[in-house]
């Protein structure tokens, strides 16, 4: 009986994640994650949920950490809803929090960065 409990309490691997904002701290540089428009969060192979105020803190814990990765999330803070790595691009040139110039926008966005070239961008020097 306390199995089917637990399984029926279980969250869903593949759900978005939920951020306490202004509680949790992004997992690269410590800071609160307080804006939505820019949050990111990466689940583990493990099921942790690790929280980012910036998509740039995010690529730097993937090229510092390399943790194995079941799914990669950005906030699309205009339409307010989760995208999963794959519907994912980057308006560069916004006002993020730690400065990485990337705010998360549908793939297919004129003028947006794909998930590698904005890995690229906020990794560069």
């Given at each position: ?14 759900a ?6 202004d ?81 998360p926008v ?6 947006a ?13």
């Open positions: 009986m306390s199995i089917l409990i637990f399984l029926a309490c279980a969250k869903d691997p593949n978005p994640p939920e951020i306490a904002y509680l949790a701290a992004c997992a690269d540089c410590g800071m609160l994650v307080s804006d939505p428009t820019y949050a990111s969060a990466l689940v583990t192979k493990d099921d942790i949920t690790l929280a980012f105020d910036d998509p740039g803190c995010l690529f730097h814990y993937m090229v510092q950490k390399a943790p194995a990765v079941r799914a990669m999330w950005f906030h699309d803070g205009a339409q307010d809803r989760w995208l999963r790595e794959h519907d994912v691009a980057f308006a560069p040139g916004a006002n993020s929090p730690m400065g990485s110039g990337l705010r549908p793939v297919g966005t004129p003028g960065l794909t998930v590698g070239e904005a890995s690229t961008r906020a990794l560069s020097p």
